[in-house]
């Protein structure tokens, strides 16, 4: 089994390696860099959102944050288009993850309910500073960045390609490690109980706050890159309320909590996202179509891809096991629901 | 000195109408445990009613509320019973995603109907002012702030005065021991979301009155009812009219003493201070387990 998935994961590596070498029509590829980008970012929201179950909705202002340090450095230190400004991606990301602190540390005082709430004030906030600074972010006019023209045509999109790719690998080895460590446990029981964690010596504090600033750091980064890309910024972009939800309704079509789902939320959902914008781009349809597709998963799939589909897996192979235990087994999983991403909405007496 | 004065009375004025849209809002956060990211779409969607009824049936804006009032009621009925209630889990974060996704519908849907362009709404007390010393105030501010007063009185009298009131509260308190005891909370919660909508749509048409609206509007909107209601301490109706009151009186103030462009953000400081010093807002009840 274990020799079975590592093949499988080389495979997919292979495949996402090689994808842009086999379909290098630009439109594609630019739709893969975006896929890959917002990957990247529910990755991240996930380390945070996913693990300790705070649903935070207030994202895009680090993503917003990066986007603008970015373009801030590109100006006021000249750098050249090429690579050189991939460099400084994680410069952007440190800034925003200096951001979180602060942010993150008033708005984790309050409890799941408040701060869900807080946090998209904060993300108001953001948006509001980056129209009201004028003298660093040029206001609603907004910022350009170095163009790289040198990269003409087909060429264009393979170095942001590559360098997302790594963006992604190094988020979700992150995601893997807090998963697997004593440190992630301690946040999968503030998940479950946070009283409890806390009585048994878990730091719910500090932890909660540790994983706020990781996932900012890759969401400032993902921002850097996402403005070098577009070549443009300004604060409605920067500072998308959709980002934000974007990001939670990828995680949960894919599975919270889960390594692989937020990345296979993003994989269906934003294609499908950039296929409607782009056919639909008069206003009004796009928003009601993204908004029944919206609905539609909520309401047909409130626990995700993956959670769904590995409560089936383990009950065909219990089922399927031939031992005398089986259905024993199987009625076990049908109860407690063994799945990873067993989530806590029971447990604020909201659902009793 | 004289600006100051003019920053506070149009603040509580218009206070007032936030006051009547916040409400809805915390009511319904009270009762259910949702927070309903839609209200800033359906204000914005009362306000094209009453532009509606106003521009096609020339029915007077107040008049118009009889109508449009009712039918946002059934509407925000329609939308508890279709959206909110199949949510089983995960509730507060999944019932943000779905108001969400109604806001964009509405704004999509309102944006095929009436275009982008911004609009106001029209009638002959929105341009006639008194006059305050040298200071001018538009009548539609004082109708506007009555008519919250008014709906807010209501408001209180449905839920200290009424049997219904008693349900309500009960299951604000518990909704567990509200079941135990008989009350049949999902008709409340049906009917209190009603009501959240229905109050917006009175709010909506005031705001279509004094501001100038496009489909896109709820977003401001929204951002600001939602820091109403942290400022107040959620799922407190006194914390929302004190909040509504004394963010727009700090912002009218600003802008007129210093700038507007910095109008929002002295408030919005504020409430980072507040929550620094009382995460749970002014009239919150402290979070805990509630197992």
Redesign the interface.
């Known amino acids: 089994m274990r020799t079975f998935k590592l093949i499988g994961l080389i495979a997919l590596l292979i495949v996402t390696i090689a994808f842009p070498q086999v379909f290098s029509n630009p439109a594609t590829t630019t739709v893969a860099v975006f896929t890959l980008l917002y990957a990247t970012a529910t990755t991240a929201w996930n380390i945070f959102s996913g693990y300790t179950g705070y649903?935070a909705?207030g994202h895009a202002a680090y993503f917003g944050v990066g986007a603008y340090a970015m373009a801030i450095m590109c100006q006021d230190w000249h750098v050249p288009a090429g690579y050189s400004p991939f460099l400084l991606l994680p410069l952007a990301g440190l800034i925003a993850a200096l951001i979180a602190i602060p942010l993150g540390w008033?708005?984790l005082?309050?409890?799941?309910?408040?701060f869900?709430?807080?946090t998209?004030?904060m993300f108001?906030?953001m948006q509001?500073?980056a129209?009201?600074l004028r003298s660093i972010t040029n206001g609603s006019t907004g910022l350009s960045l170095p163009i790289p023209s040198e990269w003409g045509g087909y060429f264009f999109n393979v170095p942001f390609y590559y360098t997302t790719l790594v963006m992604l690998l190094l988020a979700l080895g992150v995601s893997w490690w807090v998963r697997n460590s004593k440190f992630g446990l301690g946040l999968l029981a503030i998940r479950d109980?946070e009283?409890r964690a806390l009585g048994l010596g878990v730091r719910t504090s500090s932890s909660k706050l540790i994983v706020f600033v990781i996932s900012a750091f890759f969401v400032g980064m993902v921002g850097a890159l996402h403005a070098y890309f577009v070549g443009s910024i300004f604060p409605a972009f920067a500072f998308d309320?959709l980002f934000d939800?974007a990001l939670?309704?990828m995680t949960?079509l894919g599975g919270?909590g889960t390594l692989s789902g937020p990345i296979l939320g993003a994989l269906i959902l934003e294609p499908a996202q950039q296929y409607f914008s782009l056919q639909f781009s008069q206003?009004?349809?796009?928003?009601?179509?993204?908004?029944?597709l919206?609905?539609a998963i909520?309401?047909l799939l409130?626990?995700g891809i993956i959670p769904t589909l590995s409560k089936y897996w383990l009950k065909w192979k219990a089922a399927h096991d031939g031992t005398k235990n089986a259905p024993a087994l199987a009625e076990v999983i049908g109860q407690e629901n063994l799945i990873p991403a067993k989530?806590s909405?029971?447990?604020?007496?909201?659902?009793? | 000195m004289q600006l100051i004065v003019n920053g506070i009375i149009t603040g509580i004025l218009t206070g007032g109408v936030y006051a009547l849209m916040a409400s809805g809002l915390t009511l319904i956060f009270g009762v259910m445990d949702i927070i309903n990211v839609g209200q800033g779409a359906l204000v914005i969607l009362g306000a094209y009613l009453s532009y509606v009824l106003q521009q096609k049936f020339n029915i007077d804006l107040f008049l118009g509320l009889l109508i449009t009032m009712p039918i946002m009621f059934l509407f925000g009925v329609l939308l508890e019973w279709a959206f909110i209630r199949p949510l089983k889990r995960d509730r507060t974060i999944l019932s943000i995603l779905v108001t969400f996704a109604i806001a964009l519908i509405i704004e999509g849907g309102l944006g095929l109907a009436f275009t982008t362009n911004i609009v106001k709404l029209q009638a002959p007390y929105v341009d006639t002012s008194f006059q305050i010393g040298d200071f001018y105030l538009a009548h539609i501010y004082v109708y506007g702030f009555i008519l919250s007063m008014v709906l807010l009185g209501g408001l209180y009298v449905l839920l200290y005065r009424t049997k219904f009131g008693y349900s309500l509260r009960a299951s604000m308190q518990d909704r567990t021991a509200a079941q135990l005891i008989g009350i049949d909370v999902e008709r409340v919660s049906a009917i209190t979301f009603g009501v959240g909508v229905a109050l917006a749509a009175a709010g909506g048409m005031v705001y279509g009155a004094t501001n100038a609206f496009n489909p896109n509007s709820h977003y401001d909107l929204i951002s600001r009812l939602l820091v109403i209601i942290i400022f107040g301490g959620m799922g407190s109706l006194r914390g929302a009219l004190i909040a509504s009151l004394g963010m727009l009186v700090i912002e009218d103030v600003t802008a007129l003493a210093w700038s507007p462009v910095w109008a929002t953000t002295v408030f919005f400081t504020l409430l980072v201070v507040v929550l620094v010093v009382r995460p749970r807002g002014l009239f919150g009840q402290i979070e805990g387990r509630k197992q």
């Open positions: 649903i909705l008033i708005s005082r309050t409890r799941k309910h408040t869900v709430v807080i998209i004030a108001f906030i509001l500073m129209y009201n109980d009283d309320p939800v939670a309704l949960f919270l206003h009004g349809y796009y928003q009601i179509i993204y908004g029944i919206f609905l909520i309401l409130p626990e989530s909405g029971t447990k604020d007496g909201v659902n009793p």
